[in-house]
């Protein structure tokens, strides 16, 4: 063959390749997300997880938890500013003495979005429903602890009953958690209540596409909002899409482009990029323990308070939030994060202090050794910490207590070998944070007589403290009880707290009404967006 | 009557073979996931539940009941044999539902996305061997030659986001996520069909060039056959055999490169829950997904099988006489030594 003649043919070739190129693009331009620029009725979200299961009584998984929020409606609410539990669907309700009975008193215009009223024999089926699920629903079975029965009293009056006094459960009530959900989905199976629950919230379940997608309508007449919402009656946006998009580069690219209106877990990397005019980020501590080291002090090296005090002291915690935390959260400044009710800052006694710290060792008898890591009786002070997340946090913590000369070996395992070695009790120190939106946290962590317990402490007062404010009624007296506890817990050391976990999102410029719970989860009933 | 028991002694062993396959797979699987260290049970459940996962040890026995997972390994091998016998691949510790129906409602979106991808694959690679089959001058050849090592080395990810970055977030002709819009799985399937179409044209140019070197091929040159005719009626044939042996690997490289694809441009398909399911350790998905991929594996390569005898007539001839004697066997002929072969 000639070599023009090849040459002609070969850019015909390329030439028509091209062309078809264009038409697959032509053919394909109508799927892209459009940009309008007026008043929206539909607000569009990526969010990180697939929720999996859809039943807001069953789930533990945060993003589960956002969605499920806009579906149900609580007895009651919780200010997430001052901690303070105001009506919901029960207008009043009051606790017996030894908070072991709680009466309700029910609105009597509530339904559900199958159009069955919410009534008394309701709440006592989503409650026995609950307590006959057991451990299916890991967390409601914590706020329901010791849960005797429910009395209808009479149509709208409730009364819900307890073996033993539960400082907890009127703020328990008031999570998604204790969401009610109508007569017929209670009487589902737990695997079909994933699916297709019921509840009287603001919003409507439409579609829910495993790993793609959930869709939510605005429910019409909706009445009976909590008394912190600033929008009275329907929500302002007509349909929220949760687009799940697990890859974090996509979720961003999408927010900046405006592809989504809004994000859920804006990495922390991210922040000053989204940090504009142009849009808002969202941040709330998330309440509960924060991001800590728990000790096991059945351990040789651990049960010496003087290396766990040291430990408190050689760690910086501003650093540690500034390497791996968002900007919008401050540094852990307690036993409990800042986001929970009856928080007490102990930044004194969490203040960086590395000279402190070494003195501390020096005194206990733990000298320098000839590789830096400090000896006594020819034993390493060196100890362990198992983890299943939060790798860079403790990273940072390795580098700090390093300088003091303790090593911290990191041990990160799945998450389920974590939960068997908390089962086992083979662990140094745990690192992890428990997010509960009551102080009572506490209690689950540190007590022995825990089901979820982590920390392995042997300090009979402050058993007593934890068992006597789950049964105070008194918020005052409880709040004391409760300061006691936290000083306890730093001046012992049972706890190294590191890092405040917290959830950050974001959102264009022209969405407004974001309102995070008590939880930390965020409401969507008064949010209005513009484009 | 006899040609009932030729079929049978032809279809009986392939069906053997099939059996011998997805029990194999089952034991191995089984093994590795029994004695691997951690509780598969403790880690399912954390998944689903994190910082509130439950450790008591009444409760939890009484999952493993549920689940499946009680008693000895050996009574567990043969209890769940037994199910998957009976059709029954198990529940799903993590999210509670059955796993034949979780593949049954992932599956068609991964394989939409691979047969887009595999298409593709095959098309740029034909469209690039023709182009290098004609290209007029040496360093252009070689150059096209060097191209699908590059289709290989990039990782799918990266790719993925360039394409997304580009085609979704700078130009907005198709979306960046998910399968709910017209036209999503265009880009994941162009991800998915770069390598493999890297690996298909390396193949495919090679016997080309392997072909044009042949007698025949030489013959109808000498003839004055046009380059376009000699490329379909003479090389294309030649190229075929070794191109649908790597094709059955293929299957495989797309059920592994799903999982990158499918995470990256937010898909649900069998890819992403095969990860989801390792990492939750959930081992009935774990184990639904690898029997079901084996059994798709082993019904690709019998296709393979029958494909030589369709497009090389001589392999026919030979699996005919083979069938009287040991039947089955060695049919499948190097494909190397196919394009040798060629008459001219």
Same mark, same amino acid.
């Given at each position: 063959?000639?070599?023009?003649?090849?040459?002609?043919?070969?850019?015909?070739?390329?030439?028509?390749?091209?062309?078809?190129?264009?038409?697959?693009?032509?053919?394909?331009?109508?799927?892209?997300?459009?940009?309008?620029?007026?008043?929206?009725?539909?607000?569009?979200?990526?969010?990180?997880?697939?929720?999996?299961?859809?039943?807001?009584?069953?789930?533990?998984?945060?993003?589960?938890?956002?969605?499920?929020?806009?579906?149900?409606?609580?007895?009651?609410?919780?200010?997430?500013?001052?901690?303070?539990?105001?009506?919901?669907?029960?207008?009043?309700?009051?606790?017996?003495?030894?908070?072991?009975?709680?009466?309700?008193?029910?609105?009597?215009?509530?339904?559900?979005?199958?159009?069955?009223?919410?009534?008394?024999?309701?709440?006592?089926?989503?409650?026995?429903?609950?307590?006959?699920?057991?451990?299916?629903?890991?967390?409601?079975?914590?706020?329901?602890?010791?849960?005797?029965?429910?009395?209808?009293?009479?149509?709208?009056?409730?009364?819900?009953?307890?073996?033993?006094?539960?400082?907890?459960?009127?703020?328990?009530?008031?999570?998604?958690?204790?969401?009610?959900?109508?007569?017929?989905?209670?009487?589902?199976?737990?695997?079909?209540?994933?699916?297709?629950?019921?509840?009287?919230?603001?919003?409507?379940?439409?579609?829910?596409?495993?790993?793609?997608?959930?869709?939510?309508?605005?429910?019409?007449?909706?009445?009976?909002?909590?008394?912190?919402?600033?929008?009275?009656?329907?929500?302002?946006?007509?349909?929220?899409?949760?687009?799940?998009?697990?890859?974090?580069?996509?979720?961003?690219?999408?927010?900046?482009?405006?592809?989504?209106?809004?994000?859920?877990?804006?990495?922390?990397?991210?922040?000053?990029?989204?940090?504009?005019?142009?849009?808002?980020?969202?941040?709330?501590?998330?309440?509960?323990?924060?991001?800590?080291?728990?000790?096991?002090?059945?351990?040789?090296?651990?049960?010496?308070?003087?290396?766990?005090?040291?430990?408190?002291?050689?760690?910086?915690?501003?650093?540690?939030?500034?390497?791996?935390?968002?900007?919008?959260?401050?540094?852990?400044?307690?036993?409990?994060?800042?986001?929970?009710?009856?928080?007490?800052?102990?930044?004194?006694?969490?203040?960086?202090?590395?000279?402190?710290?070494?003195?501390?060792?020096?005194?206990?008898?733990?000298?320098?050794?000839?590789?830096?890591?400090?000896?006594?009786?020819?034993?390493?002070?060196?100890?362990?910490?198992?983890?299943?997340?939060?790798?860079?946090?403790?990273?940072?913590?390795?580098?700090?207590?390093?300088?003091?000369?303790?090593?911290?070996?990191?041990?990160?395992?799945?998450?389920?070998?974590?939960?068997?070695?908390?089962?086992?009790?083979?662990?140094?120190?745990?690192?992890?944070?428990?997010?509960?939106?009551?102080?009572?946290?506490?209690?689950?962590?540190?007590?022995?007589?825990?089901?979820?317990?982590?920390?392995?402490?042997?300090?009979?007062?402050?058993?007593?403290?934890?068992?006597?404010?789950?049964?105070?009624?008194?918020?005052?007296?409880?709040?004391?009880?409760?300061?006691?506890?936290?000083?306890?817990?730093?001046?012992?050391?049972?706890?190294?707290?590191?890092?405040?976990?917290?959830?950050?999102?974001?959102?264009?410029?022209?969405?407004?009404?974001?309102?995070?719970?008590?939880?930390?989860?965020?409401?969507?009933?008064?949010?209005?967006?513009?484009? | 009557?006899?040609?009932?028991?030729?079929?049978?002694?032809?279809?009986?062993?392939?069906?053997?073979?099939? %059996? $011998?396959?997805? @029990? !194999?797979?089952?034991?191995?699987?089984?093994? =590795?996931?029994?004695? #691997?260290?951690?509780? /598969?049970?403790?880690?399912?459940?954390?998944?689903?539940?994190?910082?509130?996962?439950?450790?008591?040890?009444?409760?939890?026995?009484?999952?493993?009941?549920?689940?499946?997972?009680?008693?000895?390994?050996?009574?567990?091998?043969?209890?769940?044999?037994?199910?998957?016998?009976?059709?029954?691949?198990?529940?799903?510790?993590?999210?509670?539902?059955?796993?034949?129906?979780?593949?049954?409602?992932?599956?068609?979106?991964?394989?939409?996305?691979?047969?887009?991808?595999?298409?593709?694959?095959?098309?740029?690679?034909? %469209? $690039?061997?023709? @182009? !290098?089959?004609?290209?007029?001058?040496?360093? =252009?050849?070689?150059? #096209?030659?060097?191209? /699908?090592?590059?289709?290989?080395?990039?990782?799918?990810?990266?790719?993925?986001?360039?394409?997304?970055?580009?085609?979704?977030?700078?130009?907005?002709?198709?979306?960046?996520?998910?399968?709910?819009?017209?036209?999503?799985?265009?880009?994941?399937?162009?991800?998915?069909?770069?390598?493999?179409?890297?690996?298909?044209?390396?193949?495919?140019?090679?016997?080309?060039?392997?072909?044009?070197?042949?007698?025949?091929?030489?013959?109808?040159?000498?003839?004055?056959?046009?380059?376009?005719?000699?490329?379909?009626?003479?090389?294309?044939?030649?190229?075929?055999?070794?191109?649908?042996?790597?094709?059955?690997?293929?299957?495989?490289?797309?059920?592994?490169?799903?999982?990158?694809?499918?995470?990256?441009?937010?898909?649900?398909?069998?890819?992403?829950?095969?990860?989801?399911?390792?990492?939750?350790?959930?081992?009935?998905?774990?184990?639904?997904?690898?029997?079901?991929?084996?059994?798709?594996?082993?019904?690709?390569?019998?296709?393979?099988?029958?494909?030589?005898?369709?497009?090389?007539?001589?392999?026919?001839?030979?699996?005919?006489?083979?069938?009287?004697?040991?039947?089955?066997?060695?049919?499948?002929?190097?494909?190397?030594?196919?394009?040798?072969?060629?008459?001219?």
């Amino acid at each position: 063959m000639s070599p023009r003649h090849a040459s002609a043919r070969w850019v015909a070739a390329i030439g028509a390749a091209a062309i078809g190129v264009g038409l697959l693009a032509g053919c394909t331009t109508t799927g892209g997300g459009d940009t309008g620029g007026e008043a929206k009725d539909e607000l569009y979200i990526a969010v990180q997880d697939d929720p999996v299961c859809l039943d807001p009584q069953q789930v533990t998984l945060t993003t589960a938890l956002n969605i499920g929020r806009q579906l149900v409606d609580s007895l009651v609410d919780q200010d997430p500013e001052t901690g303070e539990i105001v009506p919901w669907v029960a207008k009043s309700y009051e606790a017996n003495d030894n908070l072991t009975e709680f009466t309700f008193t029910l609105r009597d215009d509530v339904t559900f979005s199958d159009d069955s009223p919410l009534t008394a024999e309701t709440v006592k089926a989503n409650f026995d429903a609950l307590a006959a699920l057991g451990s299916t629903a890991a967390l409601a079975s914590q706020y329901l602890a010791g849960y005797q029965g429910t009395e209808v009293v009479d149509a709208s009056t409730v009364k819900v009953g307890f073996a033993e006094p539960n400082a907890q459960f009127l703020q328990g009530a008031s999570t998604i958690t204790l969401g009610l959900l109508s007569d017929a989905t209670v009487a589902m199976t737990a695997e079909q209540r994933c699916q297709t629950p019921v509840g009287s919230g603001p919003f409507v379940l439409d579609t829910y596409t495993s790993n793609d997608s959930v869709v939510l309508t605005a429910r019409k007449g909706y009445e009976w909002g909590s008394e912190l919402r600033t929008v009275k009656g329907d929500a302002a946006i007509k349909t929220v899409t949760f687009a799940v998009t697990p890859e974090p580069g996509v979720r961003t690219g999408g927010l900046q482009t405006g592809e989504f209106d809004m994000i859920l877990d804006l990495p922390a990397a991210d922040e000053k990029r989204f940090g504009t005019d142009e849009f808002t980020i969202y941040a709330r501590a998330n309440p509960g323990i924060p991001h800590s080291l728990v000790p096991n002090t059945d351990r040789p090296i651990v049960s010496d308070p003087a290396v766990r005090k040291a430990m408190i002291l050689a760690t910086d915690r501003a650093e540690i939030s500034e390497l791996t935390g968002s900007s919008k959260v401050p540094p852990a400044g307690g036993v409990l994060s800042s986001a929970t009710p009856s928080f007490l800052s102990q930044k004194d006694a969490l203040a960086y202090d590395l000279k402190g710290a070494e003195k501390i060792l020096d005194d206990a008898g733990w000298t320098e050794g000839s590789d830096g890591v400090r000896e006594k009786d020819g034993k390493k002070l060196s100890v362990a910490v198992t983890a299943f997340y939060g790798q860079d946090v403790l990273e940072a913590t390795q580098a700090q207590l390093a300088k003091a000369g303790i090593e911290l070996k990191i041990n990160m395992v799945t998450a389920g070998d974590f939960f068997g070695a908390v089962a086992s009790k083979d662990f140094d120190f745990l690192g992890a944070g428990l997010t509960r939106t009551d102080p009572d946290v506490l209690r689950v962590m540190f007590s022995t007589a825990s089901a979820a317990r982590w920390a392995v402490v042997s300090d009979p007062e402050l058993e007593t403290q934890l068992a006597t404010q789950a049964e105070t009624a008194d918020p005052a007296a409880r709040a004391g009880i409760l300061e006691d506890a936290q000083k306890r817990i730093i001046d012992d050391a049972f706890l190294v707290p590191l890092l405040e976990v917290a959830q950050v999102h974001a959102s264009q410029q022209g969405v407004s009404g974001v309102e995070f719970d008590s939880s930390s989860r965020i409401i969507l009933h008064d949010v209005t967006v513009k484009g | 009557m006899s040609a009932v028991l030729r079929v049978l002694g032809y279809i009986g062993p392939k069906l053997a073979q099939f %059996v $011998f396959v997805v @029990l !194999a797979t089952y034991t191995v699987v089984f093994l =590795l996931i029994t004695f #691997l260290p951690g509780d /598969p049970l403790l880690a399912a459940l954390a998944s689903k539940s994190g910082g509130d996962t439950i450790v008591d040890p009444e409760a939890l026995e009484k999952l493993r009941q549920q689940y499946g997972l009680a008693g000895t390994p050996w009574d567990q091998y043969w209890h769940r044999l037994g199910m998957l016998f009976a059709g029954d691949l198990g529940v799903s510790i993590a999210t509670g539902r059955p796993v034949g129906d979780m593949i049954a409602r992932t599956l068609p979106n991964s394989v939409e996305i691979a047969g887009i991808a595999l298409v593709i694959a095959i098309v740029i690679a034909a %469209v $690039f061997a023709f @182009l !290098a089959f004609l290209a007029p001058f040496r360093w =252009l050849r070689n150059l #096209l030659l060097q191209i /699908p090592p590059f289709g290989v080395a990039i990782p799918a990810f990266l790719t993925g986001l360039l394409l997304i970055s580009f085609f979704s977030f700078t130009l907005g002709w198709l979306p960046s996520s998910g399968s709910r819009q017209p036209g999503s799985a265009i880009l994941p399937a162009v991800t998915l069909a770069l390598p493999v179409a890297a690996i298909l044209f390396q193949v495919f140019s090679a016997a080309i060039f392997e072909a044009q070197a042949s007698q025949h091929v030489f013959t109808a040159v000498a003839k004055g056959v046009p380059p376009r005719r000699i490329f379909t009626a003479h090389l294309l044939r030649n190229a075929l055999l070794p191109t649908i042996t790597i094709l059955g690997l293929t299957i495989g490289y797309l059920a592994a490169g799903t999982a990158v694809v499918e995470t990256v441009f937010s898909r649900d398909g069998i890819g992403r829950m095969t990860v989801n399911a390792v990492l939750a350790r959930d081992i009935n998905v774990i184990q639904g997904i690898v029997l079901m991929i084996a059994a798709v594996y082993a019904a690709v390569n019998l296709i393979v099988d029958l494909a030589y005898g369709v497009i090389d007539p001589r392999t026919r001839r030979s699996g005919r006489a083979g069938s009287s004697g040991r039947a089955g066997r060695n049919r499948r002929p190097r494909p190397q030594a196919a394009t040798q072969e060629v008459p001219a």
